[in-house]
């Protein structure tokens, strides 16, 4: 009772002005935090630029070393030098020789050279007669080791060691996953334009060690890797129709996919290695069927009286994308790795044929044909930024590196000449034509080996 | 056992948790963390403008320890082009309501400086005092001053105002070539604020505290220099939401005192590696060199490299 009698001559208001003060207050407090932060200065202008690196040859653990040693860092130079994104030194411009991998390199030298990072390696020949690699990755400025790693390998797998390091460089210095431990498999092409000899080939990602895998004397097409890189699928032209055929390469045995009434072509592998899908020849038709390897069942995946082909699996297995002329000139459609509506992704001018899906998953590269020329391009899987990459009188066949950043592809110049073999990044920047013995079309990309 | 409540208690509790609730809801979201936006120094600022700037808060601390301008020379004395600037000065003539309200409305009063009048030495004189009594009834500003000082004003009005104005008056003479000067009406403090007298109290600022801000001339520099130095990782076509930002100390001779800071760890691959490149660049492109005049604001800040389009 005392309180309520008390209250009313103390009656307690916030007028409108009380409150906005006390909000200011408050407002100050908070704002205070921002007003003891330093100036932040925004540097948002910097244009990509190649990173200089210096990759001085590999020290010989004995003297017989010395060769290996000098291949190594070769092999790896060259690597990062056609990935685009490195620069490496010329070694004539070095002040330090390096001759102990152990002891911390004289950074000052290096930075004298621009040199923002160094690889520093031995390749020792071991009592069993292995090979053994080691290498450091440095940072010049901040002096500071940024990766390191020793292989043991055969004497005559240098060359992979090589590879790996590369890879190994490449990811910690972008971040990304690096491609060069892989191989390509492609049609190598030779003789005059009329008598063309067409031979399964094999090679390293950068164009050493090509191995031939068939005779020549049938026609062969479209080659591509299983997830396993043990097994190629293409096509061949025999003595009855194309076939789609299975080629193991360790032990160099073939057989025929299935044994269907009519042409089979267009085959490429499932995410898992343990299906193949591709088009069939139905009239003048043609379908998608997968089929099991093992139990070697066969499912249709589409029935429309139209050309389906050149499928390609998402890299999750969930989807499919691939070629069709169901809405009258050929597109790239969409469905689910099991069959049922597909959707169409390319709606730009002209044709499009032969997508693949990224490994990365994020994008589907295809060739565009229109205007008299024939482009290489890419599109997200649901068909939106389309970024055309290279573009000319014949340009076919992408196929992705195995971190998504790299297609290869084939090119035709026209006239007298045959294809030959192009990388391109998926930015459209860096083409560059990979070395092979003769003409080369219809490259594959394998995963990483390792 | 009925327990009372006062409604009043009730209300004012339940005032304050709304309050504090809407404060810590509404001061907790991002957009009022965002830092204001920079200021960048302009040529054309009014007088109000950067009074307002200057003002510093009330909790700022009074003293001042040591002047905020280096003294190069002593302070120019106002060029007084015409002599009667300087009278408009001194409006201490609390008293006598009439003469400083004239300015604002009375019509007949605002003539008073004009130097065509110079000749009209009589006119003048009769009209302050036949207009007295009008200024005060149409402003109740100045009525409201006048009830604060209770001075009379009839009285002193009327012989004042006159005798000072009579001598200074005579000294007068037209000018051609100050006749910007002329029409220029304003205080002619402004000019003698730019010497060591400006803010002679070290206030906290405004909120924004942006004062002293030259960042856009040094932070400018700074861009260019380790601009050069940076080799940004090449992140693809789709990575455009890099950024790292380091705290970093320099010393006088531009160099760094200490390895920078960086704010953060980098939550994937790429970002470490952009992290580490912008690293590169600020000590590979060291020492920077930046105005001497900014140091305290140079010493010590956040450089930002970013992909994001500003």
């Given at each position: 009772m005392t309180e309520k009698n008390?209250?009313?001559?103390?009656?307690?208001?916030?007028?409108?002005?009380?409150?906005?003060?006390?909000?200011?207050?408050?407002?100050?407090?908070?704002?205070?935090?921002?007003?003891?932060?330093?100036?932040?200065?925004?540097?948002?202008?910097?244009?990509?630029?190649?990173?200089?690196?210096?990759?001085?040859?590999?020290?010989?653990?004995?003297?017989?070393?010395?060769?290996?040693?000098?291949?190594?860092?070769?092999?790896?130079?060259?690597?990062?030098?056609?990935?685009?994104?490195?620069?490496?030194?010329?070694?004539?411009?070095?002040?330090?020789?390096?001759?102990?991998?152990?002891?911390?390199?004289?950074?000052?030298?290096w930075k004298t050279i621009n040199a923002q990072a160094l690889v520093t390696g031995r390749m020792t020949r071991q009592g069993d007669g292995r090979l053994k690699a080691e290498f450091r990755l440095w940072d010049v400025n901040t002096a500071q080791q940024l990766t390191g790693q020793q292989y043991f390998t055969s004497p005559e797998y240098w060359r992979r060691i090589a590879h790996i390091i590369s890879d190994q460089i490449y990811e910690r210095l972008t971040g990304e996953k690096g491609y060069f431990d892989s191989r390509v498999v492609f049609v190598d092409e030779t003789g005059p334009k009329e008598r063309r000899v067409k031979r399964l080939a094999m090679m390293d990602q950068d164009g050493a060690n090509v191995r031939y895998l068939t005779k020549g004397s049938d026609l062969v097409l479209t080659p591509r890797f299983s997830p396993s890189t043990q097994e190629i699928t293409y096509m061949?032209?025999?003595?009855?129709?194309?076939?789609?055929?299975?080629?193991?390469?360790?032990?160099?045995?073939r057989e025929i996919v299935g044994n269907f009434p009519g042409m089979s072509f267009s085959p490429r592998f499932s995410p898992d290695g343990?299906?193949?899908?591709?088009?069939?020849?139905?009239?003048?038709?043609?379908?998608?069927?997968?089929?099991?390897?093992?139990?070697?069942?066969?499912?249709?995946?589409?029935d429309t009286p139209a050309i389906d082909t050149s499928p390609s699996y998402a890299p999750d297995g969930s989807k499919i994308c691939f070629e069709s002329d169901r809405g009258g000139k050929p597109q790239i459609y969409v469905m689910p790795a099991t069959g049922g509506a597909a959707q169409r992704i390319s709606f730009g001018e002209g044709s499009y044929s032969t997508p693949v899906w990224s490994p990365r998953g994020d994008y589907i590269a295809f060739t565009k044909q229109g205007g008299g020329q024939f482009a290489i391009g890419i599109m997200k899987t649901d068909g939106s930024g389309e970024r055309i990459l290279t573009a000319g009188f014949h340009n076919e066949g992408p196929t992705f590196a195995p971190n998504g950043r790299v297609l290869m592809f084939f090119r035709e110049p026209g006239g007298g000449g045959g294809p030959s073999l192009f990388t391109i990044d998926i930015s459209g920047r860096n083409e560059l034509r990979v070395p092979t013995p003769g003409f080369a079309s219809d490259p594959a990309w394998s995963p990483l080996l390792s | 056992m009925k327990v009372k409540v006062d409604k009043t208690l009730v209300a004012s509790v339940v005032l304050h948790v709304l309050v504090l609730g809407w404060t810590m809801v509404s001061f907790s979201t991002r957009a009022l963390e965002m830092a204001p936006e920079d200021s960048v120094p302009v040529d054309v600022v009014s007088p109000d403008q950067l009074a307002h700037i200057m003002a510093g808060m009330k909790t700022g601390k009074k003293e001042n320890p040591k002047p905020l301008v280096d003294k190069i020379a002593e302070a120019k004395p106002v060029d007084d082009a015409v002599g009667k600037i300087s009278e408009k000065a001194p409006p201490?003539?609390?008293?006598?309501?009439?003469?400083?309200?004239?300015?604002?409305?009375?019509?007949?009063v605002e003539k008073k400086p004009d130097p065509p009048k110079v000749v009209e030495k009589p006119k003048e004189e009769p009209k302050p005092v036949e207009k007295k009594p009008d200024p005060v009834k149409p402003d109740p500003i100045a009525e409201a001053i006048k009830k604060e000082e209770k001075k009379p004003p009839p009285k002193p009005v009327a012989v004042k105002p006159p005798e000072p104005a009579k001598p200074k008056i005579v000294e007068?003479?037209?000018?051609?070539?100050?006749?910007?000067?002329?029409?220029?009406?304003?205080?002619?403090?402004?000019?003698?604020?730019?010497?060591d007298t400006l803010n002679s109290n070290a206030a906290l600022g405004t909120s924004k505290g942006a004062a002293a801000d030259n960042s856009a001339t040094w932070g400018a520099m700074f861009k260019q220099q380790v601009e050069r130095c940076w080799k940004k990782p090449y992140g693809g076509i789709?990575?455009?939401r890099?950024?790292?930002?380091?705290?970093?100390?320099?010393?006088?001779?531009?160099?760094?005192?200490?390895?920078?800071?960086?704010?953060?760890?980098?939550?994937?691959?790429?970002?470490?590696?952009?992290?580490e490149s912008a690293l590169r660049a600020i000590i590979e492109c060291q020492p920077y060199k930046l105005p001497a005049a900014f140091f305290e604001e140079w010493k010590y800040f956040a450089p930002v490299f970013t992909e994001q389009k500003t």
């Open positions: 008390g209250l009313p001559n103390m009656p307690f208001r916030l007028n409108r002005r009380q409150i906005i003060s006390g909000m200011a207050a408050l407002g100050a407090v908070a704002g205070s935090r921002n007003a003891l932060a330093q100036k932040r200065i925004i540097v948002p202008e910097g244009e990509f630029t190649p990173l200089p690196i210096a990759i001085p040859n590999f020290v010989a653990g004995t003297p017989g070393d010395a060769e290996v040693g000098v291949g190594v860092s070769q092999v790896i130079t060259n690597n990062l030098k056609r990935s685009g994104l490195f620069a490496p030194i010329d070694q004539a411009a070095f002040i330090e020789r390096i001759s102990n991998i152990d002891a911390a390199p004289q950074f000052q030298s061949e032209f025999g003595q009855g129709d194309p076939r789609v055929y299975l080629f193991n390469i360790e032990t160099g045995q343990q299906r193949v899908i591709m088009s069939l020849q139905q009239g003048g038709n043609s379908n998608l069927f997968v089929m099991d390897l093992r139990s070697k069942t066969t499912t249709r995946l589409t | 201490v003539v609390n008293e006598t309501a009439p003469p400083p309200q004239p300015k604002i409305e009375e019509k007949p007068r003479h037209y000018d051609q070539t100050q006749i910007a000067a002329l029409l220029d009406k304003r205080d002619p403090t402004r000019q003698a604020a730019t010497g789709e990575a455009q890099s950024e790292a930002v380091f705290n970093i100390r320099l010393k006088r001779d531009g160099s760094l005192e200490g390895m920078p800071v960086p704010e953060g760890t980098p939550s994937t691959p790429y970002l470490r590696v952009y992290q």
